[in-house]
């Protein structure tokens, strides 16, 4: 699913082609041990579904792009939510005519390369839900 190497508290993390990105990082981050983290990377992606919280209604909106796109910026943090790894991705993506869309990550399908550098901080960070937003923010 994954290849990596460890450099300290870092590892790069080079996801196999076709793989669907948050679940292959969240199983590498589950392998690991990773209950506190950040995340940053770049890749190649075929579908990506994005997410919208609209604060109004603090309802989701999901949206699906099936299309080839750079991810140009893939940002992150790792913590855990219910004793598993909860990933909280944000993805710029670049199209075929140059113009980006982005947001928060739901999961994105890999068509090409998706290199990734995980940061283990060595602790865990919990969640909670937090009724004034609608999100589970970290619980620090
Ligand atoms: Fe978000």
Known sequence: MYK????GD???????NHREIAAALAAFCTEKG???????????ICEATFRFLD???KKYVDKTFSEQMEIT????????KEGKVYLHLH???SRRDYSCIGGHLLSAVLNGACELVVEDFHGSIGRRFDPETGLYLYDL
């Open 10 to 16: 870092r590892y790069v993390v080079s996801i196999d």
């Open 4 to 7: 990596y190497r460890t450099f």
């Open 73 to 80: 910026n893939l940002t992150g943090n790792i913590s855990e």
């Open 55 to 57: 604060p109004a209604t």
């Open 34 to 44: 990773i209950r506190a983290g950040a995340v940053h990377g770049i890749g190649a």
């Open 91 to 93: 993805v710029t993506a």
